[in-house]
């Protein structure tokens, strides 16, 4: 079974500019999650889908950050523009379906985000 | 408010020797999950154990072993007989019912040293 897909693995950019990450999730994973993580933290929760639907994004700075799942598989985080705070890892995972919640996340390897 | 704090930051041992990682979290919820992931140098969060807040049973798979209380509102890890390749950062994890998404500690880095 082919695990959570992420490209690009290493981005860097000037500030100010923009970036989009891509995340392909297991198929038939209802759920999918993007979390950023930076150096010397935990992951820490952007945005939750259900399908193609929002859960939860109460923790996305809308005002730079965007997401979106088309057609409830793939999906693509924007950020728009770049600060020098948003140089982290950008962690896709994905879970089944929200019913039978585990808790077993599938990660993939990340995007490595430094904005100079 | 931080949910999972693991206040080891780093930790170095010898290979064979146990490592125990400590976790304490705080929730309200009277139902809630635990979760230990393990992150090697590849990037990639690898989920390792689970345990839900109304079982308190500690248990053993193979060199993992976890120790549940409520009481203290702590969740600990144990790799025995450790191996070089457990070098990793490890992470506690919570989830409160219901809202189908994990509140990450900080990470505690094991190096074995062989």
């Known amino acids: 079974e082919a695990g959570v897909a992420q490209s690009p693995r290493y981005k860097i950019i000037e500030k100010r500019q923009s970036v989009a990450f891509w995340c392909n999730p297991i198929s038939g994973h209802a759920t999918l999650y993007w979390y950023q993580q930076i150096l010397g933290q935990g992951p820490k929760l952007l945005i939750q889908f259900q399908n193609n639907g929002v859960v939860d994004d109460s923790q996305l700075p809308k005002d730079r950050f965007s997401a979106e799942r088309l057609k409830g598989v793939d999906s693509t985080l924007k950020i728009q523009p770049a600060k020098l705070e948003d140089s982290a890892v950008y962690l896709c995972a994905s879970s089944p379906r929200q019913g039978v919640f585990t808790g077993e996340l599938f990660f993939g390897e990340g995007s490595r985000l430094t904005v100079l | 408010a931080q949910k999972v704090t693991q206040a080891q930051t780093e930790i170095s041992v010898v290979e064979k020797e146990d490592v125990t990682l400590d976790c304490v979290y705080e929730?309200?919820?009277?139902?809630?999950?635990l979760f230990w992931y393990k992150q090697p140098p590849s990037g990639e969060l690898v989920f390792l154990i689970r345990r839900n807040s109304f079982d308190e049973q500690n248990e053993i798979s193979g060199r993992y072993s976890w120790n549940f209380q409520k009481s203290t509102s702590s969740f600990n890890f144990t790799i025995t007989a450790s191996q070089v390749v457990d070098s990793a950062v490890y992470f506690c994890?919570?989830?409160?019912?219901?809202?189908?998404?994990?509140?990450f500690g900080a990470g505690t880095t094991v190096t074995v040293r062989a």
């Open positions: 929730t309200r919820d009277t139902t809630y999950y």
């Open positions: 994890a919570l989830s409160e019912a219901g809202d189908y998404k994990l509140s």
